[in-house]
């Protein structure tokens, strides 16, 4: 039996956002909105396993829906939490905790003022229910304002942070006052956590053309395959891969390109971000993972 998606622990204590967002709204937001996603996904993967195992076509088809709807929510509040930090934290300031983020902001819209009027208005524009997110798209990595409708997750372009604008994330405290509570949210945005996934998905795109470049195997379908031959073409595309990678780093004096080491890749490696070049193209896109262990 596959195994169930379970709900997340929150990084902070449910009066950490006072008295931005209450504690009342975060324990049902986060013990019964949250879990309620979490249950009926698990419970549409269990129908959707009985449907595939009766070659029920209907079925499956008909479950669909419910699967993008709490599969949606279950990724979307995952994130959320992660976007949020405690009231007045160091992780709220965005030029100290977010400067390579802030930089690229203040080169799309002008100044982050810009940016934070120009998100209000897309939020307060938002009818019904959904979200608003901050996103990088483009082979350049250029960032952008979207929404999603409903529960829909982000797809194709990567989410650096999102809001949650239905009503149960804000009316308990702001009641109608909408425009209250996108305003304050931003006293409790984790830029820290805006920061790195922002620098986080350009090693990985950057990688991912290095290792198509070099023609190297990925870790996973390395430790399958048993051929000496496979095994020395991919050491020799390593290679070409650490070589490509120092000389990204040697770039950085010439301002093109900036570098940091992340462990939480699994392996050390540079992280390139903040305008970032490589074979004639700048690159600058995200890296999210939809699995249970990646949000």
């Known amino acids: 039996m596959a195994s169930k998606y379970t709900l997340p622990d929150l990084p902070y204590d449910y009066d950490a956002l006072e008295p931005i967002i209450s504690k009342q709204i975060m324990e049902l937001h986060h013990k019964k909105h ?4 979490v249950n009926n996904l698990n419970a549409a993967l269990a129908s959707q ?3 595939l195992d009766s070659n029920d076509i209907t079925q499956l088809i008909s479950i669909q829906q419910k699967l993008k709807f709490n599969g949606g929510g279950h990724i979307n509040h995952s994130l959320f939490w992660k976007n949020l930090a405690r009231y007045d934290s160091p992780a709220t300031n965005l030029e100290r ?5 802030k930089d690229a ?6 100044s982050v003022k810009n940016f934070t009027d120009a998100f209000e208005a897309v939020l307060l524009g938002i009818q019904g229910s959904g979200w608003g997110w901050l996103v990088s798209s483009g082979k350049k990595g250029f960032l952008e304002i979207v929404t999603t409708k409903d529960q829909d997750p982000v797809t194709g372009p990567i989410p650096v942070f999102g809001v949650d604008m239905w009503e149960h994330a804000y009316y308990l405290q702001y009641l109608n006052n909408k425009a209250s509570y996108v305003q304050n949210i931003w006293k409790v945005i984790n830029w820290e956590e805006a920061e790195h996934r922002y620098l986080n998905g350009c090693v990985v795109f950057l990688k991912k053309r290095l290792y198509d470049a070099f023609d190297v ?3 996973e379908s390395s430790e399958d395959d048993n051929d000496d031959d496979d095994d020395d073409d991919d050491d020799e595309g390593e290679e070409g891969v650490d070589d490509a990678l120092e000389d990204a780093d040697e770039g950085e004096e010439e301002g093109k390109i900036t570098a940091m080491r992340e462990p939480e890749l699994g392996r050390e490696g540079p992280h390139i971000f903040n305008g970032c070049s490589f074979g004639g193209s700048s690159c600058c896109l995200f890296t999210l993972y939809w699995g249970k262990d990646s949000v």
């Open 97 to 101: 905790s977010a400067p390579s983020l």
């Open 217 to 219: 195997d990925d870790e």
């Open 34 to 37: 949250h879990q309620t996603y």
């Open 49 to 51: 396993a009985s449907a």
């Open 105 to 110: 902001i203040e080169k799309q819209w002008g």
